[in-house]
């Protein structure tokens, strides 16, 4: 018997119990782990045939874990992208689009490739305009909200947008990847998709590439499902295991970073060689009084700028040395990067370095961090 059919841990009130527990197979004399199941295909006979159509045990227990998590079902992807472009992939010829003007490159780069190609037209809004997205709730067919924003950090009013009146048919997606299904749950707040990059959070390790897309529409569901079988985006056996493996400690790694991630704004926001922090859990932040009613917590990124010039954030970045100077985000060790030295994001300032805050002793990183500093 697993989680959906399990009411003791379908009723679980703490997703800190929910990570370890759900995910397993709870017959007598079965692997107290999910093992990798590293098949393609299988004995025929017993409903599971093909793995990119039936799937497998390993990728369906990360899909069962997100899924409770998030308050829905999950389909998991090859990576983050994939996962995102099973969304856009549901939408028809002459679509209209709306993205944040603070958006993940990736996911404005699949946008602006759909519109070059005819496929649909796209437009931009800042993630904090909430009339600006209840209005356009009105006439477009996808709202693709990214909260908080990646990487200034704006957390958009959810509950605001998600309630406004839209034209039949139309979508409302969240990408949850920066505050994770343990701080936000979209589709509480009225989303038809929440999506993240397992690559991130879930998987905590900076080892493996995965996606996952919770709805609760059955039609939804349907569709991420084929757009997946049909377009070959499925997630392979050791990826999955190590997803599943890195959601078991995601509540611990979680609490600790974001601990850690407050301490470090606070210190950041005094120190003379910052010109401005970004933090959704600091008062000053612009969209604070969202974050604080919107959000369980704050999150594990900071984003700041350096006084002086993108020469002087790039040797805060040489120069660290607990801190890794290295893309991506949400793993148990700190990273640092100048987004604006990464193509798509030349518009962002040029001083401004996005701190993933791992799961270190907080006054090693501020000793690291504060030694470098202008």
């Known amino acids: 018997m697993n989680a959906r059919t399990d009411p003791h841990l379908a009723a ?4 800190d119990s929910l990570l370890v527990a759900a995910g397993r197979d ?9 093992p990798i199941f590293p098949a393609s295909n299988f004995v025929l006979g017993a409903g599971r045939a093909y793995a990119r159509d039936d799937g497998t045990p390993t990728w369906e227990a990360l899909e069962e874990i997100v899924g409770l998590l998030e308050g829905g079902k999950a389909v998991a992807f090859a990576s983050g992208m994939a996962g995102a472009a099973a969304v856009f992939d549901r939408l028809p010829a002459g679509s209209r689009i709306v993205i944040p003007d603070d958006c993940y490159q990736g996911v404005a780069g699949l946008a602006e490739s759909g519109r070059r190609k005819g496929f649909w037209n796209v437009r931009r809004l800042p993630a904090d305009d909430t009339l600006g997205w209840i209005e356009a709730a009105a006439d477009s067919d996808l709202l693709w909200l990214e909260s908080p924003s990646n990487p200034l950090l704006i957390v958009a009013d959810l509950r605001a947008i998600c309630a406004a009146p839209r034209k039949p048919s139309a979508l409302v997606a969240v990408d949850n990847t920066f505050a994770t299904s343990l701080n936000q749950r979209p589709l509480d707040l009225g989303a038809d998709v929440s999506f993240q990059s397992a690559t991130k959070f879930i998987g905590g390790h900076s080892d493996l ?3 996952v897309v919770a709805v609760r529409r059955d039609d939804l569901l349907a569709d991420v499902r084929e757009s997946r079988h049909r377009n070959g985006a499925t997630p392979g056996a050791l990826e999955s295991f190590l997803a599943v493996r890195g959601a ?6 979680l609490e600790r970073a974001q601990a850690n991630a407050m301490i470090l704004a606070e210190r950041l926001c005094a120190h003379p060689g910052v010109a401005r922090t970004r933090y959704p859990g600091l008062p000053s932040h612009p969209t604070h009084a969202i974050a604080r009613t919107q959000l369980r917590g704050y999150g594990t990124i900071v984003s700041f700028d350096v006084r002086g010039d993108a020469a ?13 100077h290295a893309t991506s985000l949400g793993a148990v060790e700190s990273t640092i990067e100048r987004r604006a030295g990464i193509p798509g994001q030349e ?6 370095l996005r701190l993933s805050v791992g799961i270190e002793n907080v006054d090693d990183l501020w000793a690291d961090l504060g030694a470098v500093l202008p």
């Open 347 to 352: 518009h962002l300032p040029p001083s401004l």
């Open 248 to 253: 078991r400690t995601m509540a611990l790694r």
């Open 209 to 211: 590439l995965a996606g």
């Open 26 to 34: 709870r017959r007598p004399g079965s692997p107290l782990n999910t």
């Open 312 to 324: 002087a954030a790039d040797a805060v970045c040489s120069r660290v040395r607990l801190i890794q």
């Open 12 to 15: 679980l009130s703490s997703t």
